[in-house]
Structure formats: structure tokens, C-alpha cells
């Protein structure tokens, strides 16, 4: 989800954050509660085992004015692979800065005045910075590339014509044969 709205120190404003949970059938444990405590860690343990995946690659404010990418497995063309994350970023400030993860496993950043590159890359997401270079917005970018679905007319004219038409190869392997 993206947060279009004011953050405080990294996140959106508690009313904000009470509507979402609501919207997603999250309930709160209750205040003055014996066992509090354990039931909020219960809650926390149990949010976060069933979204773990989603987390991964997952851009956040580390602090007010930095930004880093959540570690975690994700897949790359059939192959699994692990991020580990590094320092957070400072962004520039008053700009948007677009964020992906190159193929070579590693974290890149741009202005949006540069646009995302036009080399290989997984959109990842956006980060918004006011004037004072404190982030306002955190846009999630990674569901235009993990929940694409694959387009056989584009996947199929970006593969090699090998042979009288008889197979069509892609990075040196047969995917369609007898055309």
C-alpha cells in the first residue's frame, strides 16, 4: 500500500494506520488486558509470519530522512536468490527517487527527473522527499513486475527464430519447437 499522506518518523499517522488494519479484518488487542503484552507479540509474530514474503524487497524509511530495502529470498527468472540488505540511503531532497534492484543483485537509485533505466531492473519502489529532505511517501513498485503476467506475443518476439522457423530459442534454449 502506499502512503500518500504525512509520515511521522517513518510511518503514517495512527489514524491512518487504524483504518487500514480495520479495512484488512486486523483486530487490535485490547488496552488494560492481563495479558497484553503477549498477545500483542502473538499478533505481531502472527502478521508478519503470514506476510514475510511480501516483505521482502520491500522499500521502507529507515529513519526520517533515509530510506533501505527489506532483505529476504526472492525469485529472478527461475532462480532463487537472497538480498541482503546494506546502509540505508539519504535520497535527494525535494525529488522523488525511484528505486530497483538490478540483476546482479544489488540496489540502485535514481531521480525521477532520470526516469527508471533502460537496462534490465526490477522496479522496486519510490521514495518521496520535501525540501527539509524528510520522506513523505513511500510508493510500492514491486507488484509491476512480481505479479506480472507473462505476455506470449512480447515473450515470444523478444526469443530467436532459429532455423526455417522450425524453433524459436531463447537465451540458447528451445521453447517452442515445430512453429
Not at 531532497?93 to 527508471?116: E, F, K, L, R
Amino acid at each position: 500500500m502506499a502512503f500518500q499522506s504525512q509520515m511521522t518518523q517513518g510511518y503514517p499517522a495512527e489514524s491512518e494506520i487504524d483504518a487500514e488494519l480495520a479495512s484488512l479484518g486486523i483486530e487490535l488487542v485490547t488496552e488494560n488486558n492481563p495479558n497484553y503484552t503477549a498477545e500483542h507479540k502473538q499478533q505481531v509474530w502472527g502478521t508478519t509470519n503470514a506476510a514475510r514474503w511480501t516483505m521482502t524487497l520491500g522499500v521502507y524509511p529507515a529513519t526520517p530522512t533515509t530510506f533501505n530495502v527489506r532483505g529476504g529470498k526472492y525469485l529472478y527468472k527461475g532462480t532463487a536468490k537472497t538480498y541482503t540488505p546494506g546502509e540505508a540511503i539519504d535520497p535527494v531532497d525535494n525529488d522523488t527517487t525511484y528505486i530497483w534492484m538490478n540483476p546482479d543483485n544489488t540496489i540502485d537509485s535514481g531521480i525521477d527527473g532520470d526516469g527508471w533505466p533502460g537496462t534490465e531492473h526490477i522496479k522496486l519502489g519510490e521514495v518521496v522527499v520535501n525540501s527539509s529532505g524528510v520522506i513523505t511517501s513511500v510508493i510500492d513498485r514491486r507488484g509491476e513486475e512480481f505479479l506480472r503476467i507473462p505476455d506470449p506475443v512480447t515473450d515470444v518476439a523478444a526469443a530467436v527464430v532459429c532455423k526455417d522457423n522450425q524453433m524459436i530459442c531463447k537465451d540458447n534454449e528451445i521453447v517452442i519447437k515445430g512453429v
